[in-house]
C-alpha cells in the first residue's frame, strides 16, 4: 500500500463504520480479495451475534440472492426462514381487480423471496467470523473522523472506555440513512419526510397465502402483505405519523381487528404473533456517494421508501461494485482512497439507483394523493399496467434478473383510446 514513508501506519486497508447488512457484506467481499478492513459498531457483539426480530421482512430479488451466495450468507439463511415469493397484487382501494405480477416467462419460479432482516443480520456477521483479514470491534463509538490527503483517520471508544485513534487509506460509512459519519465528511443529502410511519408486525392466517404478496392502496392508508412460511405473513400497514402513533396506542386485538376489516376474508381469520413495530419513513439520497479516501454505502447512501422493498437489495448491488473496484486496484497496486479508484462506484450505483429513488418516490406520491384527480390517475395506472404486458414484463425482470444488466427499454405507452376505455371500465 503506498505510504508516504514519515506517515503513522495504517491500522487497516478500509476502516467501516457500521456492522449493519451493508457493512458486514463490504467485509466480507474484500476479505475474499484479500482486502483487511476493520468493521466499527455501536452496537455491543452478543446484539450484533443474535439480533431481536425488528418487524421487517426483506423482500429480496434475484441478484441479490446470486451476490448473497457469493459472500457465504444465503446457505447461513434456515431454509424454514426463506420464503418464496411467486406473485404480487397491486389493489386500488376496493375495486377487486388487482395489478398482477408473476415470473411467468421469465424462466423463474419466483419473483423473489423474503427474508426477516434479523435472519440476514445474524447471517451476516457469521458471515464475518473468523477471517484474518476482517478485525471487528463492537460496542465502539466513533468519536470523529478526519479524511486528511494521505489518510482517513478515525477517533473511537470502546465499551470499556479505552479511546483509539485507526487509520487507514479509505474510509467507508455504513451508518444508516441518518449517517453521522456523511455529515461528518461535509457530504449532503437529499431527505424526504413522507409524513407517514409504517406499523409492521407478523399475523398468523387461517387460509394459505399461496406466496402471494398484496399491496393494497386505500385512501388515508396503505397495507401491504408479504407471505411469510408457516402460515404466517408480514403486514405493513402505512399511515400518516400522528396516526401511526395513535394506532401504536391500540392493544392488539383492536389492532388486529382493524387489519381484519382491510382484508375482509382473503386470509382468512387473523391471529397478531409478536410485538409491532413502528418506522417513519424518509427517504435519503446521498449528494455524492465518493469523496477522496471516503465513500458510503447501504442506507447511508441510498435509503429507499420501502414500497418498492428495494434498500438491502441496493446494498449488496453497491458493495458488489465498490468491491470489485477496490479489488482491481489493490491487484494493481493503487492506492484504495483515490477518487480515481472510487469515482466508478459512484456513476455505476447511482445510474442504478437514481431512477428507481424517484420512481419509488412518485409512486408513493401517486398513491398517498387522496385528491380526487389523484385517486383518478392512481386508477389509470393500475388499469392500464394490468393491460400493457411489456411493463409488466420489464417490471418482472427487473426483480428476476441475477446481473447487473441495465433497464430493459421502457414499452412504448397505449394508445390513448386504450387508457380512457381502461378508465371507463374502471
Ligand atoms: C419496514 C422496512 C421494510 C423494508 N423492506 C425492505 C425490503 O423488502 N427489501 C429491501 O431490500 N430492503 C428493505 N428495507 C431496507 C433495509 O432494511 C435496509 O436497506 C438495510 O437494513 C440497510 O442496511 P445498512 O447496513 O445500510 O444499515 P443499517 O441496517 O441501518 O445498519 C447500520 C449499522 O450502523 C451502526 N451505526 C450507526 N451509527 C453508528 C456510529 N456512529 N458508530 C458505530 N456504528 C454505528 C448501527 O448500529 C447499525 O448496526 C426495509 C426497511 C424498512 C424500515
Redesign the pocket.
Known amino acids: 500500500m503506498p505510504q508516504h514513508p514519515s506517515a503513522a501506519p495504517f491500522d487497516t486497508d478500509v476502516l467501516i463504520?457500521?456492522?449493519?447488512?451493508?457493512?458486514?457484506?463490504l467485509a466480507r467481499a474484500l476479505a475474499d480479495a484479500s482486502i483487511r478492513s476493520i468493521v466499527?459498531?455501536?452496537?455491543d457483539a452478543a446484539t450484533?451475534a443474535d439480533p431481536a426480530p425488528?418487524?421487517?421482512?426483506?423482500?429480496?430479488?434475484h441478484r441479490?440472492a446470486v451476490l448473497m451466495r457469493r459472500l457465504g450468507l444465503w446457505e447461513r439463511l434456515p431454509a424454514a426462514e426463506v420464503a418464496p415469493l411467486r406473485a404480487a397484487e397491486v389493489y386500488n382501494g376496493r375495486d377487486p381487480q388487482p395489478l398482477h405480477f408473476d415470473p411467468q416467462g421469465s424462466g423463474e419460479d419466483e419473483l423473489g423471496w423474503?427474508v426477516s432482516?434479523h435472519v440476514?443480520?445474524r447471517a451476516?456477521w457469521e458471515a464475518v467470523q473468523g477471517r484474518e483479514a476482517i478485525t471487528l470491534r463492537p460496542g465502539?463509538?466513533?468519536l470523529g473522523l478526519a479524511i486528511e490527503a494521505d489518510a482517513a483517520t478515525l477517533r473511537?471508544r470502546a465499551a470499556d472506555g479505552s479511546e483509539a485513534t485507526l487509520r487507514a487509506p479509505l474510509l467507508v460509512a455504513?451508518?444508516?440513512?441518518?449517517?453521522?459519519?456523511r455529515r461528518q465528511a461535509g457530504i449532503g443529502a437529499q431527505m424526504r419526510d413522507f409524513g407517514r410511519s409504517?406499523i409492521?408486525c407478523r399475523m398468523a392466517h387461517s387460509e394459505p397465502n399461496r406466496a402471494v404478496a398484496q399491496e393494497c392502496f386505500h385512501i388515508g392508508h396503505t397495507l401491504a402483505v408479504?407471505p411469510m412460511n408457516g402460515g404466517e405473513s408480514s403486514m405493513?400497514v402505512t399511515v400518516s405519523s400522528d396516526q401511526a402513533l395513535a394506532m401504536q396506542q391500540w392493544d392488539d386485538a383492536r389492532f388486529t381487528a382493524w387489519v381484519q376489516q382491510q382484508l375482509g376474508e382473503r386470509l382468512g381469520t387473523l391471529t397478531l404473533r409478536g410485538k409491532r413495530?413502528l418506522?417513519p419513513?424518509v427517504a435519503v439520497y446521498a449528494q455524492r456517494f465518493v469523496a477522496p479516501r471516503f465513500a458510503l454505502?447501504?442506507?447511508?447512501?441510498?435509503?429507499?421508501h420501502?414500497v418498492?422493498?428495494?434498500?438491502?437489495?441496493?446494498?449488496?448491488y453497491g458493495v458488489d461494485v465498490l468491491a470489485g473496484l477496490l479489488a482491481s486496484a489493490q491487484r494493481a497496486g493503487r492506492d484504495l482512497g483515490s477518487l480515481a479508484v472510487l469515482q466508478p462506484y459512484e456513476t455505476i450505483h447511482k445510474r442504478e439507483t437514481w431512477p428507481i429513488f424517484h420512481g419509488t418516490n412518485a409512486i408513493v406520491g401517486l398513491f398517498t394523493d387522496d385528491r380526487g384527480a389523484a385517486r383518478l390517475v392512481r386508477q389509470a395506472v393500475v388499469r392500464v399496467a394490468e393491460h400493457l404486458p411489456p411493463l409488466k414484463r420489464a417490471i418482472t425482470q427487473r426483480l428476476t434478473r441475477s446481473d447487473a444488466t441495465p433497464w430493459p427499454p421502457l414499452p412504448p405507452l397505449p394508445p390513448l383510446p386504450a387508457v380512457l376505455t381502461s378508465l371507463w371500465r374502471g
Open positions: 463504520i457500521g456492522a449493519g447488512p451493508s457493512g458486514l457484506a466499527l459498531d455501536a452496537q450484533l425488528d418487524g421487517r421482512d426483506i423482500a429480496l430479488t441479490a423474503l432482516n440476514i443480520r451476516s465502539t463509538r466513533v473511537c455504513a451508518d444508516s440513512r441518518f449517517s453521522e459519519a409504517v409492521v408479504l405493513v413495530h418506522y419513513l454505502i447501504g442506507d447511508a447512501a441510498v435509503g429507499m420501502p418498492t422493498a428495494h434498500g438491502y437489495n441496493f446494498g449488496l
